[in-house]
């Protein structure tokens, strides 16, 4: 290689460095994204959100005797079991 393209070569290459410094100082120095601020009917329904279905939250493990009547009866197996106990007397 001659003198010359050597010299080009080192040019070029240092022409890249410097756009691709720039181009990088640029991404980063964009603003960060902000996340609006929660209206007030968001934060009216902070009860219905999704952070209520947690299911490790101590009222969400289990059921209360009164979910457990309302589940059962309005189940199959109840109207089944009802219409059994009378054939049972």
Not at 42 to 64: D, I, R, T
Not at 71 to 80: L, P, Q, R, T, V
Request: positive net charge; glycine residues 4%; hydrophobic residues 30%.
């Amino acid at each position: 290689m001659d003198r010359m393209a050597m010299i080009k070569a080192a040019q070029t290459k240092l022409q890249e460095e410097k756009e691709f410094k720039k181009t990088v100082k640029r991404v980063y120095s964009r603003p960060k994204y902000k996340a609006p601020k929660l209206t007030a009917a968001v934060k009216k329904a902070g009860h219905q959100s999704p952070g209520s279905l947690e299911c490790f939250k101590q009222e969400n493990m289990y059921y209360s005797d009164k979910n457990t009547q309302e589940f059962i009866a309005g189940s199959e197996m109840m109207h089944a079991y009802n219409d059994q106990k009378q054939d049972w007397d």
